[in-house]
């Protein structure tokens, strides 16, 4: 067993020779001996890239995702490699590359869900940060400036969206935005479970000029420096090593370079980020399933009970393929979409006409829905198909344990997702002309 993973628990549980089977190294070859057959080979050359960095990272470092670490410690590196995100190509920041959209952005997460899901939940948030400034940074400096910051892991992002009295129902805000003389703002309100905003140095936050009219709504960058601003911890004890902030605006006066979208456009911005939100989320949660089900599989095919592999025996054996069937049929249909997402955005030269976008919105929240129930229900399933050795400290299966227990809440709960559906299908039967 190496050095650097006895660290990671209290008490050694798992045995020698398992635990050191369930190693980075192979839990991705599991991963690729899945997906060999499926990805073009630029997307799984691309793959195999980030996972070798994250397996020289964890061993150069010494990294034992212990509960002492901090994740937050890991992204100037990461950032340096150009990891934090491969939606875009930033050519107005001078960051071209090479492998970039949808799909590579689903490799990228599969290598780092596996690396550290916690570490790539914060780094989400981040990019939640990172497209707005992508889409409205209309060349100005100080836009330009902090999207460059997030995009090179200067400093992690937030998003601020979610208020104590509004979750579901993110249109009707309270926080309010009055306008100054000079085009300024000044912001008052509270805002909640944004996930990064303590260790942020800039956040994006929307206000609205009415309370509770969506019609109203504004869209800002903030400087968390400045007066006015607080933010507290909120504990989510399921994923201990992610901040999020409640945050309290007093008087906060954002200058008017930092006015994302004026009055009247928030509630569209809001609406634009959440299909690459969805999907992103989505993406998440399948990446969880493949690093839970890559413990569990690789696990079940070494521990022996009444003198046989567990793999063997049916209640573990079918369970698992069972799980693997449907984490299979999932992965190949959001990689469709995935393809379909990129191709359309190069179609139509960097970014989605709106109505394209609009007509996404169901998909999103199908795949949304869908994967994170199945994240829930993998990493639970996982983790029991491994006995004591699943909820013990000894792997990350804890970590994914923890984080899929969010999935559903995340992005728009599952009753969120359904809500939308529901509408949109009434819409697509309109059009049926039945
Ligand atoms: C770990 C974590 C990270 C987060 N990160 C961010 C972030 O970065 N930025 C941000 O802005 N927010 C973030 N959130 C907030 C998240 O988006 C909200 O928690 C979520 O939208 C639900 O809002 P709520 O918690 O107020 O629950 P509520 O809206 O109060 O919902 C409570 C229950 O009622 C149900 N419900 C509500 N309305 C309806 C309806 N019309 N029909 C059926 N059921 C309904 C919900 O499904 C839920 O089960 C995060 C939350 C968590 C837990």
């Not at 397996?55 to 994740?71: A, Q, S, W, Y």
């Not at 906060?252 to 980020?273: A, I, Q």
């Not at 199945?374 to 983790?383: D, G, N, R, T």
């Amino acid at each position: 067993m190496e050095e650097n993973n006895k660290k990671r628990f209290v008490t050694q549980a798992i045995n020698d020779e398992i635990l050191s089977k369930l190693s980075l190294k192979n839990r991705y070859q599991f991963l690729n001996t899945n997906l060999m057959t499926v990805l073009e080979p630029p997307e799984f050359n691309f793959l195999k890239k980030v996972q070798k960095f994250c397996m020289r990272f964890e061993k150069k470092n010494n990294i034992t995702h212990g509960p002492e670490e901090d994740v937050y410690e890991w992204i100037p590196e990461f950032g340096a490699e150009g990891y934090i995100t491969r939606s875009h190509n930033f050519d107005m920041i001078d960051i071209n590359y090479a492998e970039h959209g949808a799909t590579m952005e689903f490799m990228r997460s599969l290598a780092m869900v596996s690396f550290n899901p916690q570490y790539s939940m914060a780094g989400g948030a981040t990019i939640l940060a990172i497209n707005p400034l992508f889409e409205h940074h209309e060349n100005i400096p100080i836009r330009l400036e902090v999207l460059k910051k997030f995009v090179t892991g200067q400093t992690p992002g937030a998003i601020l969206i979610t208020e104590p009295e509004r979750g579901s129902d993110a249109v009707h805000m309270l926080t309010t935005c009055k306008e100054q003389d000079d085009g300024s703002f000044l912001l008052n309100g509270e805002k909640i479970y944004n996930t990064n905003a303590p260790k942020s140095d800039y956040v994006v936050a929307y206000a609205t000029a009415e309370q509770n009219n969506g019609n109203t709504m504004a869209q800002f960058l903030i400087d968390t420096s400045w007066d006015g601003w607080r933010c507290e911890r909120v504990s989510i004890p399921t994923v201990p090593k992610v901040y999020l902030g409640k945050e309290t605006f007093t008087n906060l006066h954002v200058p008017k370079d930092y006015v994302l979208g004026g009055v009247g456009k928030g509630r569209e911005h809001l609406f634009e980020g959440l299909v690459p939100e969805r999907i992103g989320i989505a993406v998440d949660c399948i990446s969880q399933c493949w690093s839970a089900l890559s413990h569990a599989a690789i696990y079940s095919n070494n521990r022996k009970q009444f003198n046989q592999e567990i793999l063997k025996f049916q209640g573990v054996g079918f369970l698992l393929t069972d799980l693997w069937a449907r984490l299979m049929n999932v992965t190949l249909g959001l990689l469709m979409f995935t393809k379909s997402y990129d191709s359309k955005v190069e179609k139509f030269g960097g970014s989605l006409p709106k109505n394209i976008s609009q007509a996404m919105v169901a998909s999103a929240s199908q795949f949304k829905y869908h994967a994170a129930k199945l994240s829930a229900e993998i990493c639970y399933e996982s983790a029991n198909l491994m006995g004591g050795a699943g909820v013990c400290d000894n792997t990350l299966m804890q970590d994914l344990l923890g984080i899929s227990r969010i999935a559903e809440i995340i992005g728009g709960s599952r009753q969120i997702q359904t809500y939308v559906l529901s509408m949109a299908m009434r819409q697509l039967y309109k059009m049926t002309g039945i």
